[in-house]
């Protein structure tokens, strides 16, 4: 059973010690303040976001039949005072809120894992069973070593450097978001399970020769890249490359392996010719003499002038003495 208690304007929380609901939504109201005692025996799930709840507002002992907590969009700054997080604990959010420290004492039982838009600066040892990770817009600059069976990782929008790759990245991950970095390379040995790799707005010069065998979608974008070369394996096709704003030269249309290539703005023989086309027109303009350079410019000025004086609105103008209100107005 469910109790839905959102948008309705509460101030307190209400008393559901003797409902029989599993499911819990009070979101987009002003609670201030959880109770333990105030929530049903068997609850599985709690939605509390888009409240008013400050780090001394949580629940000490959280019931342990709870498998999902949604604290999105509160106040929680940090979680000191919870002593002790459900046993049986497998989701947790609590994205958008000025969390400066990621709460310690979670679950192994934990697979998904979300803080984002947060003000989180480091992530110590994580769940061992998490599975989906999303830490995106925070200030992270590095993190401890991954668990081994994550699939979900984005860490898009943060601090970190190319040092993360220290640790060898889990074999069972299959996305990974590191957009909006200051990423500067790439480590030989990605894992081949990885489907999907976004490193767009990084500072790359270069990829890796060797690519994980399942990736299907590749983001490059906005880096400095200036070549494309890759030892393809047996088999391997990747469906979509985005490699646009980069440093590039050579076609990468030509590649087989590759499905789909967006390639645009970079700085290949397309945009060198036409680059090229504007620089000498420029040039010739400047070698002029020093009375053409005036005269095209008076003349430009003067066509500029005609066609303003044109304008149907300035009819009959010139035929009145204006005053200088007018002129100032």
């Known amino acids: 059973m469910n109790y839905y208690g959102s948008r309705m304007s509460l101030r307190d929380q209400p008393d559901l010690s003797l409902h029989q609901s599993i499911n819990i939504l009070l979101d987009r109201n002003s609670i201030h303040v959880l109770y333990r005692d105030l929530l049903p025996p068997q609850i599985k799930s709690l939605n509390v976001s888009m409240n008013s709840i400050y780090s001394d507002g949580l ?196 590649q087989s392996q590759i499905e789909k290539v967006y390639q645009a703005d970079n700085w290949n023989q397309e945009v060198h010719s036409v680059a090229s086309r504007v620089f000498q027109k420029a040039f010739r303009q400047y070698k002029l003499k020093k009375g053409m350079r005036t005269w095209k410019r008076v003349n430009r000025f003067y066509k500029e002038m005609v066609s303003v004086a044109m304008h149907p609105d300035f009819i009959n103008r010139w035929s009145t003495v204006e005053t200088w209100s007018q002129w100032k107005h």
């Open 59 to 254: 629940i000490t002992s959280w019931p342990n039949t709870l498998e999902s907590i949604n604290l999105e969009d509160n106040q929680i700054v940090d979680t000191q005072i919870v002593q002790s997080w459900p046993s049986a604990l497998r989701e947790f959010l609590i994205d958008s809120n000025p969390l400066e420290e990621m709460p310690q004492g979670l679950p192994d039982s934990l697979e998904i894992l979300s803080m984002s838009y947060c003000c989180l600066r480091e992530i110590p040892v994580l769940p061992s069973a998490l599975k989906t990770l999303r830490v995106f817009y925070n200030r992270l600059k590095s993190f401890k070593v991954l668990p081994s069976r994550l699939e979900y990782c984005n860490l898009a929008h943060n601090l970190l450097t190319s040092k993360i790759f220290s640790n060898k990245l889990p074999s069972s991950l299959t996305y990974l978001n590191l957009d909006s970095n200051n990423i500067y390379w790439l480590p030989k040995n990605l894992p081949d399970s990885l489907e999907t790799l976004i490193v767009s707005n990084n500072n790359l010069t270069s990829v890796p020769r060797v690519l994980p065998r399942n990736l299907c979608m590749l983001v490059l974008c906005n880096n400095k890249i200036k070549s494309f070369t890759v030892d393809w394996k047996s088999g391997q096709r990747i469906k979509s490359v985005f490699i646009r704003n980069n440093c590039l030269v050579e076609n990468m249309l030509l």
